[in-house]
């Protein structure tokens, strides 16, 4: 079964850090470019991070900037994002996404092929 699944989510203190994994069964990640979503209640989702295929590019919205580190993991076949200084905006449920396509900018919905489910990422004191 083809499939992406999120794993990592929690609840977290402000300025804490949290690791999400992105992992893929039924295909090689490796050959994918990914991307981090999340949507906030009551907003729009938004890209967060995005990694080519060939891991030659990276990309950051610039609200996390600086926090957070996208990942390639060949050996576990996931990508993962670092998050560190969590800030309560930060809250959110976070998708990962697979997309046959490659680019050196980052690719907007459209362009994936495969959505986990989310897991919910809670920022507060």
């Known amino acids: 079964q083809v499939q992406l699944v999120e794993s990592g989510g929690g609840l977290v203190q402000p300025e804490g850090s949290l690791k999400l994994s992105c992992a893929a069964s039924?295909?090689?990640?490796?050959?994918?470019?990914v991307a981090w979503f999340r949507q906030a209640p009551g907003k729009e989702r938004e890209g967060v991070s995005y990694?080519?295929?060939?891991?030659?590019?990276?990309y950051y919205a610039d609200s996390v900037k600086g926090r957070f580190t996208i990942s390639r993991d060949k050996a576990k076949n996931t990508v993962d994002l670092q998050m560190n200084s969590l800030k309560p905006e930060d809250t959110a449920v976070y998708y990962c996404?697979?997309?046959?396509?490659?680019?050196?900018?980052?690719?907007?919905?459209?362009?994936?092929?495969?959505w986990g489910r989310g897991t919910p990422v809670t920022v507060s004191s």
């Open positions: 996404a697979a997309s046959t396509w490659d680019s050196t900018h980052f690719m907007p919905p459209a362009y994936y092929k495969y």
């Open positions: 039924g295909f090689t990640l490796d050959y994918y470019a």
């Open positions: 990694i080519s295929s060939t891991d030659t590019n990276t």
